[in-house]
């Protein structure tokens, strides 16, 4: 999960740095091939850039990303580091080191002003990184704005993190793990629901004592705790991974949120399942544990449309199919729309996949773009 490899970096990239290195070439050549070679591996994925950026008074705004219509992503900039990096992760391109490259928003203020703006966001997630990254009192900076009265459309507050298995001290005996837990119940005072987004891709990494402590502390403060991960070639493909991942995490009070295919980003050839076999994993280890183990929605791809659930495989005039669903949507006007793509036993994405009983998918006769109400003096 932590420990590069060789074959984590397709062969073509390998070569050029490895040759470029072999023949000794000056730091400024190096640096240029090595900005070629990120570019290569798809840094954003699913137009992260292109299209999840809001807009306020015909601006970029940086560090917050808009996709679906009810949540806001936002990068604060002391956030964008984590306790430690996962090889897989599809967020790499924010641990490089390359600005360019980065999402980060410098300090809650257009956060605010957007939020201001747009009232049908219900749900602000903080992300990175990792923002237990952040001591306490610069976690809320961030997290204390959205408390105002003004923002009470905004009723839930979401954080992304994998602290609990990589550091759990940071919630049970950290300097200012107290203070975090009075934040949280600051949020829950305010009427505000607090939800701890985890990271976790295998049950090892639940096993230790301080783990469950840090989730008891958590769920003490009144948080909600839910964990989500993709399914990951040579670390949790298979379905006693996740069956046993889910029942230890029903044992702690965390919630099975999602179970996601792995983003064509990165080192993806190396972690990559088709999506057939993912299909395998999941119905399989949905089928070892009881109803309250059940809860994770997969395998899901969170492509450029919106998240795309593979509900299962039918046979239609003789033909094998599998079942696709748009849980979210970019176009909130799909969300929940059934659709079919012909089988394919290699297919990792969707844009490998066929469309089936149709000759386009939902979204390519929409207009593929959030929709919101205007509002009066902000644009998007």
Not at 77 to 101: E, I, K
Not at 186 to 195: I, P, T
Not at 291 to 316: F, H
Not at 333 to 342: I, S, V, Y
Request: neutral net charge; aromatic residues 8%.
């Amino acid at each position: 999960m932590t420990f590069p490899a060789r074959e984590m970096v397709p062969p073509r990239i390998y070569d050029l740095v490895s040759d470029a290195l072999s023949n000794g070439v000056d730091r400024k050549q190096l640096h240029a091939i090595a900005q070629k070679c990120r570019q290569d591996l798809n840094p954003h994925p699913s137009g992260q850039r292109e299209h999840n950026v809001p807009l306020l008074d015909g601006e970029p705004v940086a560090g917050l990303q808009h996709k679906y219509r009810h949540t806001l992503l936002v990068f604060p900039s002391q956030g964008q580091t984590c306790h430690s990096y996962c090889s897989y992760c599809f967020r790499w391109a924010q641990f490089v080191g390359d600005a360019d490259l980065k999402f980060a928003a410098p300090g809650p203020g257009r956060m605010i002003d957007y939020l201001r703006g747009h009232r049908e966001v219900t749900d602000v997630l903080l992300t990175g990184g990792d923002p237990l990254i952040m001591s306490t009192p610069v976690l809320a900076r961030w997290v204390t704005p959205l408390l105002a009265p003004d923002l009470e459309h905004v009723t839930n507050i979401r954080i992304g993190t994998k602290a609990v298995v990589q550091w759990p001290y940071r919630v049970t005996s950290g300097p200012d793990a107290d203070e975090l837990l009075r934040l949280i119940e600051a949020c829950a005072a305010a009427g505000k629901s607090v939800a701890i987004m985890l990271h976790v891709s295998h049950p090892r990494e639940l096993e230790s004592e301080a783990a469950a402590a840090a989730v008891a502390r958590l769920r003490s403060a009144g948080a909600a705790v839910r964990a989500q991960a993709p399914i990951i070639r040579h670390v949790n493909d298979s379905p006693q991974a996740w069956a046993t991942m889910w029942r230890h995490m029903v044992r702690l009070g965390i919630q099975p949120y999602y179970t996601f295919v792995e983003r064509d980003t990165g080192a993806s050839s190396f972690f990559e399942v088709p999506l057939a076999r993912a299909l395998t994993i999941y119905q399989q280890a949905q089928r070892a544990v009881s109803g309250l183990a059940r809860t994770a929605r997969g395998p899901v791809m969170s492509a450029t449309p919106g998240k795309i659930a593979i509900d299962g495989e039918t046979v239609v005039n003789g033909e094998r199919l599998f079942v696709l669903r748009l849980l979210q949507a970019r176009d909130d006007a799909l969300a929940g729309t059934l659709f079919f793509a012909r089988h394919s036993e290699s297919a990792v994405w969707i844009d490998h996949l066929t469309p089936a009983l149709s000759t386009s998918w939902p979204w390519e006769s929409s207009r593929d773009r959030i929709q919101f109400e205007p509002i009066e003096g902000v644009s998007r």
